[in-house]
C-alpha cells in the first residue's frame, strides 16, 4: 500500500493537533501535575521551614523524602490518556528521566553519608539539584509544547539553585530560610506555568 506524503502544511496542522492533544491531556487526562507537585513542593516547603524554625531539630528537613510519596502518589493515581501522541510520549520520556534523577541522586548521597560517615551537608544538595532537574524538565516540557512561559519561568528559578551551589561552595550550610526558597521557586517554575496551561485549556 502506498503511504501519502503529507504537504508542509499538513504536516504543521498534524503537528500542532498533537501539541494540543498533549496539553489537554495534561491538563484533564493526568490532572496537571503541575500545579499538584508545585502546590505540593510549595506547601511541603513552608511546613519544613516552620518546624525547623520553632523546634531548631534538623531531623524535619528529611521531610522533603515525602516528595517521593507524592510522586507515587500521583503517579499510581493518574488516569492514562484515550489517545497517547508522540509530544506525549516525548514527555513522560523527559519526566522519567528526570524522576530517576532524583533517586539516583538521593540514593547517592544517602549511601554515601552512610559509608564516609557525613552527617551535615551533604544532603542539602538534594535541595539545589531538585530545583536544577526539575527546572529542566519543566523547561523541554514548554519547548515541546511551544509555551514561552512554560520555558522561560523554570530558567529564572535556576538563578536560586545557583545561589545555593555557591554557598555551599564558599563552606556554608543549609540556611532554614532556603526551605521558603525552594517554596517560592516551584511557584515560579510549576505553579505559574501550570495555571497558564489550565488558563488556555478552558479559553
Known amino acids: 500500500m502506498e503511504e501519502k506524503e503529507l504537504t508542509e502544511k499538513e504536516s504543521l496542522?498534524?503537528?500542532?493537533?498533537?501539541?494540543?492533544?498533549?496539553?489537554?491531556?495534561?491538563e484533564v487526562g493526568r490532572g496537571n501535575k503541575f500545579l499538584t507537585y508545585g502546590y505540593f513542593t510549595a506547601a511541603l516547603g513552608i511546613v519544613i521551614f516552620l518546624l525547623l524554625f520553632f523546634t531548631h531539630n534538623d531531623l524535619y528537613s528529611l521531610g522533603w523524602c515525602l516528595m517521593f510519596a507524592c510522586w507515587a502518589f500521583v503517579s499510581w493515581k493518574s488516569k492514562k490518556p484515550d489517545v497517547?501522541?508522540?509530544?506525549?510520549?516525548?514527555?513522560?520520556?523527559?519526566?522519567?528521566?528526570?524522576?530517576w534523577m532524583f533517586v539516583i541522586t538521593f540514593a547517592f548521597l544517602l549511601i554515601f553519608a552512610v559509608i564516609f560517615h557525613v552527617h551535615y551537608g551533604l544532603l542539602d544538595l538534594m535541595m539545589p539539584l531538585s530545583l536544577i532537574y526539575a527546572n529542566i524538565g519543566t523547561s523541554i516540557t514548554g519547548v515541546i509544547l511551544k509555551e514561552k512561559w512554560m520555558t522561560l519561568l523554570p530558567?529564572?528559578?535556576?538563578?536560586?539553585?545557583?545561589?545555593?551551589?555557591?554557598?555551599?561552595?564558599?563552606?556554608?550550610?543549609?540556611y532554614v530560610s532556603w526551605n521558603l526558597l525552594m517554596s517560592f521557586a516551584f511557584l515560579i517554575s510549576m505553579v505559574i506555568p501550570g495555571h497558564i496551561l489550565k488558563h488556555k485549556m478552558h479559553n
Not at 14 to 21: A, E, F, G, H, K
Not at 155 to 174: E, P
Request: aromatic share 8%.
Open 13 to 26: 496542522e498534524l503537528i500542532t493537533r498533537m501539541i494540543q492533544s498533549t496539553k489537554e491531556n495534561l
Open 84 to 99: 497517547i501522541t508522540y509530544t506525549d510520549k516525548a514527555i513522560q520520556l523527559v519526566w522519567h528521566i528526570m524522576n
Open 155 to 174: 530558567l529564572m528559578s535556576l538563578l536560586i539553585a545557583f545561589y545555593m551551589l555557591a554557598v555551599m561552595r564558599s563552606g556554608s550550610l543549609m
